[in-house]
């Protein structure tokens, strides 16, 4: 089988370096672009110097590089892979790390985002897809949106109960905590202020943007009311996720359940390891992997639980989820370029 051939915008980020050094090992893949806007003309290997692959100097994105490629990844702010959407022709896919095409109308992106979509009839061409619960045809969509890193580390735990009916929804509290370089480079100056590699700092509390994401995708699984309260913190360290999440039980059901019902729903899924009972999870156990490691413990009240999940939020959080949307759509292995 040929190569098919790369284009990656937004090259020189946090998740751009990440997803370039995925792509490398990547056997399907030929990176023919690299884009950006304030890196043109530079090598990749400025922002990050352990690449040895030889690959072209970062360069402006534009239609005609566009229409020699055919995936597109953009790892761009939010509102550019939205402009990007339109230079699309026919054979392009376009895989998008941003929140530009996670909602699945353009209200909610304005209500949320506060901007207007720049793309409105491209939504119903696009796919929210988190790949170990997606259940549509990928093939069918030109647009993958990938998911955001603490939806990522919350959805996989709590999707498959939601969905058997075994927890209570009236009070879910979800408690996340991240590396720095899920705010990007710009980190630094924003929280220059804050003592950032020795402080840990609470934002979005009440209302965080991946509030909308988190709660669009619990609605497909279930017709009940159910209030989520979410609050995530910043970390003094570099990358990974730890959402612990709290839950009430329904009657009768209990822990060995709730691990059981974990393990069957994702017994053929690589990615996601359900843990031994009580096991005490930490960022280190998945740091530069795809994996997601969910851990279900116990408290000192029978009817909750405490779920606790990590991921890499530049992996499993980024571009390793975005490379396994490409694996699905192209019916590539699912692990490929991913081990």
């Known amino acids: 089988m040929s190569k098919l051939n790369v284009l990656v915008a937004g090259s020189t980020g946090y998740i751009g370096v990440q997803l370039i050094k995925l792509l490398i090992k990547h056997k399907n893949i030929r990176i023919k672009y690299l884009c950006g806007n304030s890196s043109i003309g530079k090598k990749i290997t400025f922002y990050d110097k352990t690449i040895k692959k030889k690959l072209p ?17 953009t790892a761009l702010p ?61 093939k069918k969509y030109q647009i993958i949106s990938c998911p955001g890193c603490y939806p990522t580390s919350i959805l996989l735990p709590l999707i498959p109960l939601i969905k058997k009916k075994l927890i209570l929804l009236d009070n879910i509290i979800i408690d996340s905590k991240s590396g720095f370089s899920g705010a990007g480079r710009g980190v630094h100056k924003k929280y220059a202020s804050k003592n950032l590699y020795e402080s ?61 019902e974990l393990r069957k729903f994702y017994k053929n899924k690589k ?39 990590v991921i890499d939020n530049l992996i499993k959080g980024g571009s390793g989820q975005a490379i396994q949307n490409m694996n699905q759509k192209f019916k590539f292995k699912e692990n490929e370029g991913l081990i």
């Not at 506060?114 to 793309?119: A, D, F, P």
């Not at 409105?120 to 549509?136: F, R």
């Open 271 to 309: 990615f996601v390891k359900i843990m031994n009972k009580d096991k005490l999870l930490s960022t280190n156990d998945v740091i530069n992997t795809n994996y997601c490691y969910i851990s279900v413990c116990k408290t000192k009240y029978k009817n909750k639980l405490i779920l606790l999940s």
């Open 200 to 260: 840990l700092s609470a934002y979005g509390v009440g209302f965080h943007r991946h509030n909308s994401e988190i709660e669009q995708e619990m609605k497909i699984y279930t017709n009940s009311k159910f209030k989520v309260t979410f609050t995530p913190h910043l970390t003094p360290m570099f990358r990974g996720i730890l959402s612990t999440i709290y839950i009430d039980l329904k009657n009768t059901i209990t822990q060995s359940k709730i691990i059981k």
């Open 57 to 73: 100097r970062i360069s402006k994105l534009n239609k005609s590089k566009m229409n020699e490629c055919d995936i597109i990844f």
């Open 78 to 138: 939010n509102g550019d892979a939205q402009k990007v959407s339109k230079l699309l022709n026919k054979k392009n896919t376009l895989i998008d790390l941003s929140a530009d095409f996670r909602l699945n109308n353009s209200k909610s992106y304005f209500k949320w985002y506060k901007q207007k979509h720049k793309s409105v009839n491209k939504i119903k061409n696009s796919i929210y897809s988190l790949p170990e619960l997606n259940q549509t045809n990928i």
